[in-house]
């Protein structure tokens, strides 16, 4: 009997037993360990910012931490947690002094507490601490270590969805309402829809806060930065009112790779998104030099290298960052040099340069006093748009406003991001 060509045989033999043991032992193992854990566990354990990647090609060979000193100092408990205090006052020292070897990583690790914004997970804080609903066992009961870290962790899925990112931010909310009084140290890294309108209702519950973190929030600008100062002074006790160091970090605006050679490749975009038709520069400096005073009256450290604010000046546009600070500061500086140093740009720091041709006034525009109408300090000239000096001693406009408070206008009212709608969010809320 002749075969049909086209019937299709298939030769391969049966599997044997022991196959198919194999088969159903894999299967059995896909997603083990974490069959049946949460979610928001598997994204710490698995995907954390901070997990070591072991197929990173390093450069340089690896070397161990063989400092027994090291090692034998950081086993005392209480020579940890004095060091990860003063550590911790600004970020930069922390995450420096982490990055230096697994060893100082694994001190920081274990001396600090993580909350994870993405996913909500605050250490079960938000779950009642008395009553019928608090937990009973202690390993679901909230604790709060001495410096708490909160930030979004990175998840294989992407970022959480705005609604997600309400919910965890009311979540942390009620953490900060139940365990108020046990905050020390807390650092805030870019957290969704954070505003200061909701920070001054949380700080002044925190009565025993000593730091203060708050770092890249979208929400939060340079312009928020005399508010901030105001907001941890709040119901503080007598002679304890300067208590919390503020390390702050305002919102700034990653651009594009910076590409040698390519004129539409200009690096950062840094205070603001779009054109505001207005030197930045100047207005920057118009702020800072009232924040700078502010914070320094209240024992604040906004100038020094290793403080995030000074490390968002260095990133910006202003110039001369030390130098035009020392000047503005020092009641022997004169004023006309205090304006060459603000426009370093244009004068590079040389007061002859500060005349224009087009001006009958000389360097008096930059250095004569204004009142402006929105904040009532009385600033220099160098500080204000000319146009708007001549228009309001000309009797054409009725009001005068500082560049300070032209720039704290626009950065409220920025449409990038949906941070209009954000803010409109967050004041219904």
């Excluded at 539409?264 to 700078?292: E, H, K, P």
């Amino acid at each position: 009997e002749e075969k049909d060509p086209y019937v299709w045989v298939d030769p391969t033999p049966p599997k044997t037993e022991e196959q198919l043991l194999k088969e159903r032992v894999d299967k059995a193992l896909v997603g083990w360990p974490w069959i049946g854990v949460p979610s928001k566990l598997v994204a710490i354990v698995s995907t954390a910012p901070y997990t070591f990647n072991p197929n990173v090609q390093f450069e340089l060979p690896m070397a161990s931490q063989t400092s027994s000193l090291f090692v034998k100092l950081f086993e005392n408990v209480m020579i940890t947690a004095k060091v990860c205090r003063y550590l911790f006052q600004n970020h930069d020292a922390a995450w420096k002094f982490s990055a230096t070897c697994k060893e100082a990583w694994r001190v920081m690790r274990w001396n600090i507490d993580t909350w994870d914004m993405t996913e909500g997970f605050f250490h079960n804080c938000e779950k009642p601490r008395f009553g019928k609903d608090a937990p009973k066992d202690p390993f679901n009961q909230g604790c709060v270590a001495p410096i708490v870290m909160v930030t979004p962790v990175r998840q294989k899925q992407g970022s959480a969805s705005y609604v997600t990112q309400i919910k965890n931010l009311h979540k942390l909310c009620v953490t900060v309402n139940n365990f108020a009084d046990f905050f020390k140290n807390l650092q805030l890294h870019r957290i969704p829809f954070l505003t200061t309108e909701l920070l001054e209702l949380l700080i002044p519950k925190m009565r025993n806060l000593q730091v203060l973190g708050i770092y890249n929030c979208q929400l939060i600008h340079v312009g928020e930065a005399m508010k901030l100062l105001d907001i941890i002074k709040i119901d503080k006790p007598l002679e304890r009112e300067n208590q919390v160091a503020l390390d702050f970090f305002p919102n700034f605006h990653v651009g594009p790779v910076e590409e040698p050679g390519n004129p539409y490749s200009v690096g950062s975009y840094g205070v603001t998104w779009d054109n505001w038709n207005y030197d930045t520069t100047i207005a920057v400096w118009c702020l800072v030099i009232q924040i700078i005073t502010k914070a320094r009256s209240q024992g604040i450290d906004f100038e020094s290298k290793h403080t995030m604010f000074r490390q968002w000046l260095e990133k910006g546009p202003c110039h001369k960052i030390k130098e035009t600070i020392r000047t503005f500061m020092s009641p022997e500086s004169s004023l006309e040099l205090i304006a060459a140093m603000v426009s370093y740009r244009r004068t590079q720091g040389k007061i002859n340069r500060l005349i224009q041709c087009n001006r009958l006034d000389g360097i008096n525009w930059a250095i004569q006093s204004h009142k402006c109408t929105t904040c009532r300090e009385v600033l220099m000239g160098i500080f204000f748009a000319y146009r708007d000096v001549y228009e309001k001693n000309a009797g054409l406009s009725p009001s005068l406003n500082c560049g300070g408070c032209l720039i704290k206008g626009h950065l409220r009212t920025e449409a990038d991001h949906y941070k209009r709608k954000k803010r409109g969010i967050m004041r219904t809320w």
